[in-house]
């Protein structure tokens, strides 16, 4: 339970990958055989821990997103920006390809990254097709260690929303979403944890190309210094974060190895 509530506190942050949590929980190699036989019984209280995680760190940040909009929209871009770190880390050194998929990601994450985001507001409406999208997509993201499932949200535009739909208790939204988000960790893991391993590069360019363009979508209405020292401890936080998936990595191969 209490692994499941720090779970949902660090998911809810931009850049923060679920897959590195749980490769450093060191129950990665066994979760993903267990879902792929629908056996989810061991970790129902993770589960339950996680959702009252992902409420209470929802509700945090969506009360600051409302107070200190641009405060909290230039620590998330510094959380989101340092996740190219971890995203980028299995890859060869950037050549020719890594360079087209890189830009190809940059302009489409900036193209769909639209204005500045803030808290949505109640006339404001997203689409239950979308949400559902975003819930299948993050959560089967979420469970590839390095890929950050929250900043799905982000390029996808719908961050702000969700924040929204758990302060004001947005029931038909939340289950919308939560209906997509059981979608992908059980339809769409293997596929895309398959596809991943076998375009990683590729898939991981496009991914930091996507990151950096959609990263204009958390930036300040307007510029104050200190808000240079927020980004910094953002960025801090996540890049500091993802160093502990490799050693987590390499403790989990060096098991397999024995």
Known sequence: MIKGIILGFIIVLPGMSGGTVFLIFGIYENMLKDLAKLNIKPYLPLLGGTLIGIFASGMLFALFFESFRDQTAIFLMGCLIASI????????????QGTFFLILGLLVGYSMGGEPIGLMVETEEVSLILLMLGGILSSAAMIIPGIPGSSVLIVLG?????????????????????IGSVMGIFLLIKILNNIYEKY??????????????SSRALLPYSFKPYLILIFAIGFALVWVWSG???????KVQERDEN
Not at 158 to 178: A, C, P, R, V
């Open 85 to 96: 770190r971890p995203v980028l880390k299995p890859c060869e050194k950037l050549n020719l």
């Open 158 to 178: 719908i961050y702000d929303s969700i924040l929204y739909s758990i302060k004001e208790l947005e029931l038909l939204n939340l289950l919308t979403f939560g």
């Open 200 to 213: 990683r590069s590729i898939i991981s360019y496009f991914f930091a190309g996507l990151i950096l363009g």
């Open 244 to 250: 502990k998936q490799k050693d987590s990595t390499n």
